[in-house]
């Protein structure tokens, strides 16, 4: 069944568009591990945040991500911009009206 995970990143002051710019980085890999899809948004009122919304293809598509290369690196750049304020939810998709047949 298809997997969301819709979540928030705090970053240290002035860091969110260096997080955004890492998290944007094209990367053919995660669509070959099973990401549908993968958006990374901003708020001028909450500065120091990133929303970032992830479609993948199953929960353990998504779980076994950070073991790709490409993710790992993205990380481990990324981990000294964070705040350590996260947020979100991870759901199974029910279905969509934008797409027909199995919600899955």
Not at 20 to 37: F, K
Not at 41 to 57: H, K, M, Q, S, Y
Not at 66 to 81: F, G, N
Request: proline share 7%.
């Amino acid at each position: 069944m298809t997997f969301a995970n819709v979540g928030t990143l705090g970053t240290r002051p002035g860091k969110r568009d260096e997080l955004v710019a890492i998290l944007t980085r094209r990367s053919p890999e995660l669509a070959e591990a099973g990401c549908l899809l993968y958006e990374v948004g901003i708020n001028d009122d909450d500065p120091d945040t990133v929303f970032v919304a992830e479609l993948w293809t199953s929960q353990e598509a998504h779980q076994a991500s950070p073991r790709l290369d490409s993710v790992r690196a993205a990380i481990d750049e990324a981990m000294p911009l964070l705040s350590g304020q996260m947020g979100g939810s991870q759901f199974l998709v029910a279905g969509s009206p934008l797409r027909d047949g199995n919600p899955g």
